[in-house]
């Protein structure tokens, strides 16, 4: 009986560790979205100097001026999806007493919260990085077969989505309702 005791005290150990081992993982991934936000800013302010030259020389560079913005979008909704795994870390394993009053929009309850965020979040960022192939539209082939394979990824991620995740979440309302 001393050593089931014993055990439980090392895994208790092991659990309370683990809480400042995701509370580095998710400051890491807040700091690393701030940082692609500056990377968003800077490919943005880089075409800031074809958006002059497209209004005051009436050149034909839309294609390199919108790559650019679509570039720069690419970056920020990464960066908040990284933002959003970040707090949503710190909000399951970290802040245990809910101490910190979060948004409802990013108030995430469990692991099923925080996997249906992602997998709408990064949906949106394979769209984003179509558009900027199909801005570009250079081999109209490469562009369906690239298409093609984002549609299947969509499908396999919806699929996923609603067997995985919507299995879990029917799984918890049922729970909660027989509560």
Same mark, same amino acid.
């Given at each position: 009986?001393?050593?089931?005791?014993?055990?439980?005290?090392?895994?208790?150990?092991?659990?309370?560790?683990?809480?400042?081992?995701?509370?580095?993982?998710?400051?890491?991934?807040?700091?690393?979205?701030?940082?692609?936000?500056?990377?968003?800013?800077?490919?943005?302010?880089?075409?800031?100097?074809?958006?002059?030259?497209?209004?005051?020389?009436?050149?034909?560079?839309?294609?390199?001026?919108?790559?650019? /913005?679509?570039?720069?979008?690419?970056?920020?909704?990464?960066?908040?999806?990284?933002?959003?795994?970040?707090?949503?870390?710190?909000?399951?394993?970290?802040?245990?007493?809910?101490?910190?009053?979060?948004?409802?929009?990013?108030?995430?309850?469990?692991?099923?919260?925080?996997?249906?965020?992602?997998?709408?979040?990064?949906?949106?960022?394979?769209?984003?990085? /179509?558009?900027?192939?199909?801005?570009?539209?250079?081999?109209?082939?490469?562009?369906?077969?690239?298409?093609?394979?984002?549609?299947?990824?969509?499908?396999?991620?919806?699929? /996923?989505?609603?067997?995985?995740?919507?299995?879990?979440?029917?799984?918890?309302?049922?729970?909660?309702?027989?509560?």
């Amino acid at each position: 009986m001393k050593n089931q005791d014993f055990l439980t005290i090392i895994n208790k150990g092991f659990v309370n560790a683990g809480r400042y081992f995701v509370a580095v993982a998710s400051i890491l991934t807040i700091l690393a979205s701030g940082f692609l936000i500056f990377s968003g800013v800077w490919e943005f302010v880089n075409g800031i100097p074809d958006i002059l030259n497209f209004l005051f020389h009436h050149s034909e560079h839309r294609v390199e001026l919108s790559v650019h /913005f679509i570039s720069a979008i690419d970056l920020f909704m990464v960066a908040v999806v990284m933002f959003v795994m970040g707090i949503g870390l710190f909000e399951l394993f970290v802040d245990k007493d809910q101490s910190i009053s979060y948004p409802h929009w990013l108030k995430i309850h469990d692991l099923t919260d925080l996997k249906e965020k992602l997998i709408a979040a990064v949906v949106v960022v394979i769209v984003i990085t /179509f558009l900027k192939h199909i801005v570009i539209w250079e081999k109209p082939l490469e562009t369906l077969y690239f298409g093609g394979s984002i549609a299947i990824v969509i499908m396999a991620i919806t699929l /996923f989505s609603k067997l995985v995740v919507g299995d879990e979440t029917r799984k918890k309302k049922d729970e909660e309702t027989k509560q």
